[in-house]
Structures are given as C-alpha cells and as structure tokens.
C-alpha cells in the first residue's frame, strides 16, 4: 500500500479542575523559541479555543502539528504529521508515537500546566490520507502488521487495537488499549532503546 503522508495520534489528558488549555500558549511559543522538539521545524501557535469540540491550542510544524484540545468534554494530546516519514508504514508509526511520547514528556514536566497528565493507556491513531487507506476492514487488514510491530515495542506487547465504529466517510481510525500501560516518559525511554538495538 501506498505510506501515507498524514497520520495522527490522540491521547487523553487530564489536568487540575478549571485548568485552562490557553495555557499552553506560552509554552508552545517556547518550544518555538527553543527548538524543543528534535527533527522538526515548529512555526507558529494558533488558538482555536474558541471552536467547539475543535482542534484547541494548536502549535503549527511544517513536518507536523500538536495540540491540546478539548473534544466532547475530554481534554486530549494530539499529533499530526503532514508530511511523509521514512521508507515504511512500520517506520511512520515508529515516527508517530516517538514524537507524541516526547511532547507528552514535556507537557507533563511543565510547571504553569498545572500537573497536566497524558493516558497513554488508550490511543486514536488515524490515517488521514483516505486515498491511501480506506476506512473498512481491509483498510485495518492493511496497517495492521506495521502499527502490530510498534505497538508491541512502545507497549512490550500489551496492546490491542481495533477499527473505531465510525461513519466509513470519515478517516480510519484504530483504537489502541493497552491496560496497565506506563507513563509517557517509560513508554518513549522503551521506544527509545528499541532503536538504539535496532
């Protein structure tokens, strides 16, 4: 099949009542100012709080985007690539949940947000190029090697996945649970070493 060029990952959160996801302003702009994330360029923030169940706070990359949203009441991490990665689907994957974990480490050690946690313990993964992969069961059958191999690196096999219910107009997307599942920092440092002994 055909590696799609965008793919995104969703992580829930939590964070102390009345937490504000405008918050995150300021720190995303320092990522930008910092260069915090390794590999990608980052390029602007946007606030689209104001949107309904809408993407939130969103920090623009020219390889991909991050965002805190709240959707349906739930605050959520999501990562967005944009562009293509790798020579694999396996590697666009590997790529996906490196670089939502490393944000998710650094949004948890940040002081103003809050004590702001990311549950790794369920994902959203989403192919967004639906000419690339169709949202049915043949879609899944399609993926479902690549994201198998990284889910049993990031999770140490304690993962399943399976297709989410949704309206076959909209992007495939497959629902991870791994129950139990470390924090953010131990699933990255475990992605981590992986690659070095690869």
């Not at 946690?117 to 000419?131: F, G, N, Q, W, Y």
């Not at 049915?136 to 140490?156: C, F, K, M, P, R």
Request: net charge negative; aromatic share 6%.
């Amino acid at each position: 099949m055909t590696i799609p060029k965008r793919i995104s990952i969703k992580f829930h959160a939590e964070a102390a009542p009345g937490f504000d996801i405008s918050a995150v302003v300021p720190v995303f702009q320092r990522w930008i100012r910092e260069h915090m994330i390794d590999n990608e360029l980052l390029l602007d923030v946007i606030d689209y709080k104001h949107v309904v169940d809408g993407p939130g706070i969103l920090l623009v990359g020219y390889e991909a985007d991050y965002g805190l949203e709240v959707v349906d009441g739930r605050l959520g991490l999501r990562y967005t690539r944009k562009r293509a990665v790798g020579g694999s689907l396996t590697g666009a994957f590997h790529i996906l949940f490196a670089q939502s974990l490393h944000a998710a480490r650094l949004l948890e050690a940040e002081p103003e947000l809050a004590g702001l946690r990311v549950h790794t313990d369920t994902a959203e993964v989403a192919i967004l190029d639906r000419l690339a992969c169709e949202n049915s069961d043949e879609g899944v059958n399609a993926i479902g090697s690549a994201l198998e191999e990284v889910l049993v690196t990031v999770y140490d096999g304690g993962a399943t996945a399976r297709r989410l219910a949704n309206d076959p107009r909209q992007p495939l997307t497959v629902r991870v649970n791994a129950p139990g599942a470390g924090s953010a920092t131990e699933l990255a440092q475990r992605l981590q070493r992986a690659t070095a002994l690869a």
